[in-house]
């Protein structure tokens, strides 16, 4: 199965003004790996930050380029990728990293559109 | 300096089959990513180290380079890196985290009675 990936397309809901860490961040991983998927949520209005910062970040990325790797590897890949961003401006960031494969276990057929992973287990009753 | 930071972290990971850096103290974790990893963890039910990296500047300033990973918490088990809060969070959801501990801390057990033996 040897599908084009479709063009990442960055989710919008993560507010209506882009900054121009998420933006970096965004192109960055969209040029570095073959993605099925790519989420940049900024979440720093959840944290105790000024308004418009971007400190805190939350990827969801599912590319058949991760399949292979372990989750530490895949994790130490979008580090080295976005070192100077973690040394700089974000100050934490969440990864989700999937293979297509993983991404179709867990949420089903469903198209690619991104379930929140907020952690809080609601999903698994689905 | 940094050497001796390195040999401590060493000496730490390699004399504690569960171990994890984190930001506070399980009863008092200071960071929400270091909480969500101490449920997890606790949930596992075994003894576990931990090292509060807000209170040892210099292992927060060290381990990151020694371990190739930018963030904390990281969770260390029989000396390998498991991951940081998100990868934890995976394998408990997933079960898998409850028997890695549970081996390892089973393992470790077993050392220490044969030593005693």
Aim: proline share 8%; charged share 20%.
């Amino acid at each position: 199965m040897s599908t084009t990936p479709e063009h990442p397309t960055p989710s919008s809901a993560s507010g209506p003004l882009k900054g121009p860490v998420q933006n970096i961040v965004e192109t960055k991983l969209a040029e570095h790996f073959d993605l099925q998927h790519l989420q940049v949520e900024n979440e720093s209005s959840n944290h105790n930050v000024p308004a418009g910062s971007e400190s805190h970040f939350k990827l969801v990325l599912v590319g058949e380029c991760f399949a292979s790797m372990s989750r530490v590897a895949r994790h130490q890949s979008v580090h080295e990728l976005l070192a100077a961003e973690l040394a700089g401006p974000i100050h934490a960031l969440a990864i989700h990293i999937f293979s297509p494969e993983q991404w179709r276990e867990r949420f089903g057929d469903a198209p690619l559109s991104p379930p929140c992973l907020g952690g809080d287990g609601s999903l698994e009753s689905a | 300096m940094t050497d001796a930071v390195v040999d401590n972290i060493k000496d730490q990971i390699e004399s504690n089959p569960i171990i994890l850096y984190m930001k506070g103290s399980p009863q008092a974790p200071q960071c929400g990513f270091s909480a969500q990893t101490i449920n997890c963890l606790v949930e596992c039910g075994e003894r576990f180290a931990y090292v509060d990296i807000l209170s040892n500047p210099d292992i927060r300033a060290t381990l990151p380079g020694y371990s190739n990973w930018p963030t904390f918490p990281q969770l260390f088990v029989e000396g390998e890196l498991v991951g940081g809060c998100d990868i934890i969070t995976e394998m408990f959801e997933a079960g898998e985290l409850k028997p890695l501990i549970k081996e390892a801390s089973a393992r470790a057990q077993a050392a220490e009675g044969d030593a005693e033996a």
